[in-house]
């Protein structure tokens, strides 16, 4: 909620009030209660930013954004290098597994026919 500035045309009387921006502008002076007050143009505050999710390096300089756009592309090689090895390891892995079940799958018959 802003706070307005108002003066009384009457009496000279300057003061500020703390209102809704929907509320109807103050018309009568709290001092000499003539109906002479007006709404002057304040100069307004400063933007107040409430809550965590500010931070001071969100608005970072254009250097600092080229060099991080620089260093995504090393990062992102590195990154695609690392999920090939991991993919050919479980790969490997499988098949490997593969050739144990099979060799399971046989010995498990024989020992049903001696049993």
């Known amino acids: 909620m802003p706070t307005y500035e108002y003066e009384c045309d009457a009496c000279g009387h300057a003061f500020e009030q703390f209102q809704s921006i929907t509320a109807a502008p103050i018309k009568k002076c709290p001092i000499c209660k003539k109906s002479r007050v007006r709404r002057l143009i304040g100069r307004g ?61 046989a010995a498990k018959p024989a020992s049903k026919a001696a049993g």
Request: charged share 30%.
């Open 45 to 105: 505050a400063g933007i107040i930013f409430k809550g965590s999710g500010f931070y001071q390096t969100d608005y970072r300089s254009d250097g600092y954004a080229k060099s991080a756009a620089a260093e995504k592309p090393a990062a992102k090689s590195d990154a695609a290098a690392k999920s090939q090895s991991t993919s050919e390891s479980k790969s490997e892995s499988k098949s490997e597994t593969k050739k144990d079940a099979g060799s399971a799958a």
